[in-house]
């Protein structure tokens, strides 16, 4: 196994919330992201997956600097980047790249497309007026359209078309790893095959490494080489991708797995489904112990109150007090 491209050790954000009391402390803080590890190897894709507001899309905007965060590194080729200023970033910036969830709110309106990906080059004083034309015109045959509409502006692209633009201009830097920001998720359905495949024809063309965010198992399953599963703030289980579909090892990663529907309309009649009760605990006060345990169906089988008072650490799989879910911490959750 190589090196890891990027590395993500215990990473914290949390959001203070509510007005400030007395020396000035804020009245609570939203634990958005509250202690995660991972790493992303050279030429593969790390999915990224769990429900609406546990984590993810502050999870990538923390590591390519978006958000600073609260506690914890993160490590591009061995060096730490989570702590560098504006200026000593820079380098890196051109090296991790991010495409955005929305291509209707992630393109400047008023900018065309020739200045939309042009940009880059010219803030990173990479190529002269002239090749930057050249180059953007190139970006664009390579993501599937047509050089010609390089004077376009945003608006006279469609959704798909869109997304395929936000695809060149994280591509514009030449960059070594891209986070996909659940890119294809406000997208149709047969558009979104046609940006997934996109996304692998040029990791394959340019051999990029992909942090991959969704919330669609399938889309996952298809793209993806591991996934890791994210609730509340946390990575409760990370797995190679077959491992994790045909042995899902945490109660939360079979619940959402179960959801998935089944193409065989038999099969779908008859397959068990895991219904959580309650609602997702808030961030602002996450229970104690396992995150999950207040909706986990199988929490009756562990011994004791370990659920509710101790907090399962990430092994080998998973993080779980289940005896056959509950592994001895290893570096291989993260290799």
């Known amino acids: 196994m190589t090196s890891p491209l990027l590395q993500v050790r215990d990473l914290h954000k949390h959001f203070p919330v509510g007005s400030k009391g007395l020396f000035g402390r804020p009245a609570q803080m939203l634990r958005a992201v509250d202690g995660i590890s991972f790493d992303v190897h050279p030429g593969e894709t790390l999915g990224l997956v769990g429900e609406s507001g546990c984590g993810k899309s502050t999870c990538a905007r923390t ?4 958000h600073e965060p609260t506690a914890g590194t993160v490590m591009y080729e061995g060096a730490e980047i ?6 000593e970033r820079a380098p890196y910036r051109r090296k991790i790249q991010m495409i955005f969830q929305d291509p209707y709110a992630s393109l400047d309106p008023r900018q065309t497309v020739a200045s939309i990906l042009a940009e880059p080059l010219k803030i990173h004083y990479l190529a002269k ?6 180059h953007a015109m190139q970006l664009l045959d390579a993501v599937g359209l047509n050089p010609r509409h390089i004077h376009r ?3 006279e692209f469609s959704g798909g078309q869109r997304q395929r633009i936000g695809v060149a201009r994280a591509l514009a830097m030449e960059p070594d790893l891209i986070i996909c920001d659940e890119p294809v998720s406000a997208l149709d359905v047969s558009i979104q095959a ?12 340019f051999g990029l490494s992909y942090l991959f965010i969704a919330h669609d198992l399938a889309v996952v399953r298809h793209i993806c080489d591991r996934i890791a599963v994210m609730y509340l703030g946390k990575i409760v289980e990370i797995a190679e991708r077959d491992e994790l579909f045909e042995n899902p090892q945490h109660p939360y990663t079979r619940a959402l797995l179960s959801a998935v529907p089944h193409p065989d309309p038999k099969i779908e009649r008859t397959r068990e489904r895991i219904v959580l009760e309650g609602d997702v605990p808030s961030p602002l006060d996450p229970p104690s112990g396992c995150r999950f345990h207040p909706r986990c169906v199988e929490r009756g089988r562990v011994t004791g109150d370990r659920c509710v008072h101790e907090e399962p650490a990430l092994g080998a799989r998973s993080a779980c007090h289940l005896p056959e879910s509950a592994d001895a911490p290893s570096p291989a959750a993260h290799t």
Request: charged content about 30%.
């Open 63 to 66: 590591i390519v600097g978006l």
């Open 129 to 134: 007026p002239r090749e930057r034309r050249l």
């Open 194 to 205: 046609q940006v997934v495949n996109l996304l692998e024809e040029l990791q394959e063309r």
């Open 153 to 155: 502006f945003p608006h």
């Open 82 to 87: 989570s702590g560098l200023s504006r200026k």
